[in-house]
């Protein structure tokens, strides 16, 4: 069964940066590209980028430019987002999801508090 | 970055009933969209993909449809579990968008 496990919650200081991690399983990891979607009650969900997992390559919502930073790890299956100068806008959850979305993780929550 | 209307914002509704809930993109989006379900706490899940593509697993009460600018996830039977936020997400253009959600109670 597909599934994508991230890492924990997060707490951070304003100006400091975070690196979530996305494991994905049950299926051929590089067949799909991974996206990363933030969700906050404010905001609601918005749609950061997504990483070809067999090139590396990516693309990212201009919003989330200079902010977000994927990566991945072909060895190991595992998807990054790296989340940069972090400002209290920033405290939401972020989930992983397969392709265009057909799975999901089940998000971190990222809190930025001084 | 073409944005997503979804309507009502809230909806109540009996078991049992049908319900139609809505989704209004501002510039065609030829069909991709896809809809979502979230529960308190837990992630979205989809339930259609392409408008009207049933995903895996999704019981045939939920069903979908449209074109253009306008979409529609229908549940044909309401059921106490399908208590949830709705989400609309188009595909079509770069970035993709998500609706607001409608959240769906029991009356």
């Known amino acids: 069964q597909v599934q994508l496990q991230q890492s924990g919650a997060e707490l951070a200081k304003p100006g400091s940066s975070v690196k979530i991690s996305c494991k994905a399983s049950g299926y051929t990891f590089t067949s799909y590209y991974i996206s990363w979607i933030k969700q906050t009650t404010g905001q609601g969900l918005e749609y950061i980028g997504y990483?070809?997992?067999?090139?590396?390559?990516?693309n990212y919502n201009e919003k989330f430019k200079g902010k977000a930073t994927l990566t991945v790890d072909k060895s190991s299956s595992t998807a990054f987002m790296q989340l940069s100068s972090l400002t209290p806008d920033d405290s939401a959850v972020y989930y992983c999801a397969r392709g265009t979305t057909d799975y999901w993780g089940q998000g971190v929550m990222v809190t930025v508090s001084s | 970055d073409i944005q997503m209307t979804q309507s009502p914002s809230v909806l109540s509704a009996s078991v049992g009933d049908r319900v139609t809930l809505n989704c209004k993109a501002s510039?065609?989006?030829?069909?991709?969209l896809n809809w979502y379900q979230q529960k308190l706490g837990e992630a979205p899940k989809l339930l259609i993909y392409?408008?009207?593509n049933l995903q895996t697993g999704i019981p045939s009460r939920f069903s979908g449809s449209g074109s253009g600018t306008d979409y529609t996830l229908t549940i044909s039977s309401l059921q106490p579990e399908d208590v949830a936020t709705y989400f609309c997400f188009q595909h079509n253009s770069w970035p993709g968008t998500f609706g607001a959600g409608t959240k769906l109670e029991l009356k």
């Open positions: 990483i070809n997992t067999g090139s590396g390559g990516t």
């Open positions: 510039q065609n989006i030829n069909k991709y």
């Open positions: 392409n408008t009207n």
